[in-house]
């Protein structure tokens, strides 16, 4: 008899005791409440996490779920290399190693006699890890470094899928790719209560509540429906702290902050016809509010907000030094679930994901990359409607 998902679920997560968790670098804030929620409920079970994700920096707005530093930037310890010794055939004296030109050379002496390489053998241990979670991820590729320098790893070890988009290429084992849900917070808590609700306290529920919040923009998104409505106060009676929530995320803004804000919403433009909406931000901008690249995603979320009816959104900033010719500008995409934005800005090469992708373009001025990134945007969005 076919297990069903969450049969499968229960049966790997039983056997597992050293679990991986990651997910897309170039996700969107709801991706690391919720990996914090599953490392939490994980670890109520009596089970070691990791929390890998591949070049990805916590945002400070969401310090606040956790007191240490949880997310991992890379993969170690995965494999033990091991040395066998044939002890019946040869009787150690001593051991020891040292390192020379960047070589490591160990020292083996018999007590009598020599040592051949019929006493010796070599091995490799198994994984450290028995399970991986991906979370909010379309593909295996866009883990980026996790997963190209570990193709292994998710070759030889069950890989849990959980998702909601469309475009998801079912790469698990084991997939819960819901698509019928708004939000993978949703699909979350699903299989938690399906399996362990005991376990969801007031820490895990607050992640998560904290997820569906940055996943719908505080409840303004466009998409909102009363299915996103009842989870938030399912997951309030289980206990999620939204004072909490809302003093961190948008009762602590830094005066930078809003002062880039206001010149990214000043040279707000857009062509309502075809849903295209953009600004720009200069070396200046930046200098003058004091504000750092990192703030620059709580712009492209402020413009989603504010021009709800976009279904591209651009922001186009200058980098680099000021006497660099051409200039190097940065081009941040963001498009609906109509669109998917590598494709869109697949001639520059972009990193990221159908949701969100950026890339460098060099120009004389960031005029001239306006210009140029518009024009090309709108014959791709022509394009895609042909």
């Known amino acids: 008899m076919t297990l069903s998902p969450q049969e499968q679920l229960k049966q790997v997560l039983g056997e597992s005791q050293h679990i991986l968790l990651t997910f897309c670098p170039s996700q969107n804030d709801e991706a690391l409440p919720l990996a914090l929620a599953w490392k939490n409920w994980f670890e109520k079970q009596g089970k070691q996490i990791d929390l890998v994700v591949d070049n990805y ?29 044939d002890l019946e055939r040869v009787k150690l004296d001593t051991l020891s190693y040292d390192i020379k030109d960047k070589m490591l050379y160990i020292y083996l002496t018999p007590k009598e006699g020599i040592i051949t390489k019929n006493e010796l ?8 890890y028995d399970a991986i979670i991906v979370l909010n991820t379309p593909d295996l590729e866009s883990l980026g470094g996790i997963y190209q320098n570990n193709t292994d790893l ?15 290429e079912h790469f698990g084992q084991i997939n819960f790719v819901d698509i019928t849900t708004p939000t993978v917070t949703e699909v979350t808590l699903k299989i938690f209560e399906s399996l362990r609700p005991e376990l969801i306290d007031e820490k895990i529920s607050t992640s998560l509540l904290t997820a569906l919040i940055l996943k719908t ?7 909102l429906s ?13 206990g999620a702290d939204r004072e909490l929530i809302m003093r961190h995320l948008y009762r602590s803004r830094s005066i930078s902050a809003l002062k880039l804000w206001g010149q990214a919403l000043s040279r707000l433009q857009s062509q309502a016809e075809i849903g295209l909406v953009w600004t720009t931000l200069t070396r200046e901008d930046f200098t003058r509010s004091g504000a750092a690249e990192d703030e620059l995603k709580d712009v492209i979320d402020e413009l989603i907000v504010n021009a709800p009816e976009a279904k591209i959104v651009i922001l186009l900033y200058e980098d680099g030094p000021s006497n660099q010719n051409p200039q190097e500008i940065h081009v941040i995409i963001s498009v609906d679930k109509n669109f998917d934005a590598t494709e869109l800005s697949k001639k520059y090469n972009p990193t990221g994901n159908k949701k969100m992708a950026s890339f460098i373009i060099r120009k004389d001025t960031l005029q001239k990359a306006e210009e140029e990134i518009i024009e090309h945007l709108k014959k791709e969005i022509k394009t895609s409607h042909n």
Do not use: C, M, W
């Open 154 to 168: 998710f070759y030889r070890v069950p890989i849990v899928d959980i998702d909601n988009h469309p475009g998801n």
């Open 57 to 85: 920096a916590t945002p400070g707005k969401l310090k606040f779920l956790s007191t240490k530093e949880e997310v991992k930037p890379n993969i170690t310890n995965l494999q033990k290399f091991i040395v066998k010794v």
């Open 226 to 238: 009363p299915q996103t409505l009842e989870l938030a106060s399912k997951l309030i009676n289980y």
């Open 217 to 223: 923009k505080n409840f303004k998104a466009p998409n």
């Open 121 to 128: 053998r070599t091995a490799q241990s198994t994984f450290r």
